[in-house]
């Protein structure tokens, strides 16, 4: 099974409207990290957010949230007030704090384009 | 500012070379990573080394193999490189622990192989 699954594999959103980007996980630890990662088209990796799995408020950094539902296992990013420079590529990714060396599962990504 | 450094931006060689990507990172983080980008597959993790000389297997390991001699170089080679291998390779680097603790990525290379 896909222990990150990002089912919008592309979308278009109106500039100042918000956004929201589907993120599902699987797994059976207690302690894991969730992160969301942004490509734009120049290719760097920009990281944005990061929830953990005990914390108990929602991940917020500027226009961006993340919309955790731990019984769901979702951690949706929101993007309020989409601006031309939001469109990139979207990366969910998972961190399994049992595992060693902190390495990450990615989601296949959103491709996200904004519209004047 | 932490920085990933990547040998090369665009790499072409030949079927069967020998093929070397370097990473190097400066802000003394043990654990560091390969991955390869393909469309539609996200980021798939290669290897990753959580300390020196030390690495471990990650998603799809065959055809690669790495060293970590130095605490902030990490090399990902490919012993006969093949068509297959043509792909964007990213390196990362991270602390160790929970927490954030997020990796920083190096720009990239973009390998074809011919």
């Known amino acids: 099974a896909q222990k990150i699954t990002q089912t919008q594999p592309g979308m278009f959103v109106q500039e100042k409207e918000a956004v929201t980007l589907d993120c599902t996980y699987d797994?059976?630890?207690?302690?894991?990290?969730l992160f969301w990662y942004k490509q734009p088209s120049s290719g760097e990796m920009i990281f944005l957010i990061y929830q953990g799995s005990y914390d108990e408020q929602n991940a917020t950094e500027g226009r961006y949230s993340l919309n955790f539902q731990k019984a769901r296992k979702s951690a949706n990013l929101v993007i309020s007030a989409s601006q031309l420079g939001d469109s990139a590529m979207y990366f969910c990714a998972m961190r399994e704090d049992t595992t060693a060396g902190n390495k990450l599962t990615f989601g296949g990504g959103t491709r996200v384009l904004v519209k004047p | 500012d932490v920085k990933v450094t990547q040998s090369s931006r665009y790499l072409v060689k030949r079927t069967g070379e020998k093929v070397f990507l370097e990473c190097v990172q400066d802000?003394?983080?043990?654990?560091m990573f390969w991955y390869r980008q393909d469309p539609g597959l996200g980021l798939r993790l290669i290897y990753f080394?959580?300390?020196?000389?030390?690495?471990e297997k990650g998603d799809i390991p065959e055809g690669y193999s790495v060293s970590r001699e130095k605490k902030e170089r990490f090399s990902l080679i490919l012993e006969s490189a093949s068509t297959n291998q043509t792909s964007m390779y990213l390196c990362a680097s991270s602390l160790s622990g929970t927490g954030v603790n997020e990796q920083f990525f190096g720009p990239g290379t973009r390998l074809t192989v011919l």
């Open positions: 802000m003394d983080h043990e654990n």
């Open positions: 797994t059976s630890d207690q302690s894991y990290g």
């Open positions: 080394s959580y300390d020196v000389k030390m690495k």
